[in-house]
């Protein structure tokens, strides 16, 4: 069976791209202890099987290639988000988690009535905090008064609260985001225009969402999704995302501490590339150009945020 083949039943959708098997050792050296802050496993289907609600059918893309893929990267730890075609079944997560001998932290979704028991029984596997996600192409919308509902059940677990939305929406939730009271961290950016001028307008309204609220984090990843002009990170390109570089760059310098970088592996979605892996590696000391950001970045930050306990 091919690696990104999916079972259980489960076909996948029209013209997915499956991870790319096979990527180079990076040239970039990661620093001792670095964390890969941004994937997912999918299934497999056969044991944990796609949510009926999901908007895409992936391949499968299991723990043991993940956990793989981070040796063979250079990463020493993963954290794992909870994917949009498990819906809030969270159990092929909780599994990764549980393999992964401490070596992993979660993000799940759940649902406004999800009990403390529950929360509890995430919190042990290693879930440290909880995705909104308000990307239309992905999920129906879930009003705020559940998201309000469920802040106010994880906040005294000291978890966090991760969003993913696209920056043409930042105007309308910029006030919902600014009241959430824990820890928030976005993906991806918010997912700038990059054709657009990183001085201009939308990038600058992130950048005031980050600077009024000191508690946003963001995650520097995902040019691979983000890029408009390329060049694409494969056939040994050392250069690829050009156009990203600019907008990660200024939020890896302005909030050096408030950054996080992940693969985003197995890069779901994508429709006109899938990027090899040991070269979207070699894109970090682009945009975060010193050891000491690299530091932040890859190490101090994320231990920080899902490893507070020190382990
Ligand atoms: O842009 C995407 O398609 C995407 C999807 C998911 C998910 O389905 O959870 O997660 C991501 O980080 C990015």
């Given at each position: 069976m091919a690696h990104g083949d999916t079972t259980g039943g489960f076909e996948k959708s029209a013209g997915w791209l499956d991870w790319y098997d096979g990527p180079t050792k990076p040239t970039f050296r990661l620093p001792a202890?670095?964390?890969?802050a941004h994937c997912h496993v999918f299934g497999p289907g056969e044991r944990f099987p796609y949510a009926p609600e999901r908007k895409y059918t992936p391949c499968d893309a299991s723990a043991e290639q993940l956990f793989a893929l981070r040796d063979h990267l250079g990463f020493d730890r993963n954290v794992i988000v909870q994917a949009t075609?498990?819906?809030?079944?969270n159990r092929a997560l909780v599994d990764a988690l549980q393999r992964s001998g401490g070596r992993a932290r979660g993000v799940a979704t759940v649902r406004r009535d999800v009990t403390e028991e529950q929360l509890a029984g995430l919190d042990a596997a290693g879930v440290r905090g909880v995705r909104f996600n308000f990307v239309k192409r992905l999920v129906d919308r879930v009003p705020t008064d559940s998201l309000e509902e469920i802040v106010g059940k994880i906040a005294p677990l000291g978890w966090h609260v991760v969003i993913y939305f696209e920056a043409e929406d930042l105007p309308e939730l910029y006030d919902f985001f600014s009241a959430i009271p824990t820890d928030v961290v976005v993906d991806h950016?918010?997912?700038?225009?990059?054709?657009?001028?990183?001085?201009?307008?939308e990038f600058a309204l992130f950048l005031r969402f980050m600077r009024e609220n000191t508690n946003v984090w963001t995650k520097v990843s995902c040019p691979e999704r983000l890029s408009v002009t390329g060049p694409h990170?494969?056939?040994?390109?050392?250069?690829?995302?050009?156009?990203?570089v600019p907008f990660a760059r200024r939020v890896v310098e302005e909030f050096p501490d408030r950054v996080l970088w992940g693969t985003d592996w197995p890069h779901p979605n994508l429709k006109d590339h899938m990027p090899d892996d040991g070269l979207l590696v070699d894109y970090i000391p682009r945009i975060a150009t010193t050891p000491e950001l690299q530091q932040k970045l890859l190490v101090d930050n994320p231990r920080r945020l899902y490893w507070q306990e020190g382990a």
């Open positions: 202890g670095a964390v890969d075609c498990h819906g809030a079944d950016m918010g997912r700038p225009d990059v054709s657009k001028d990183p001085d201009g307008p990170a494969l056939d040994g390109q050392q250069h690829a995302y050009t156009d990203v």
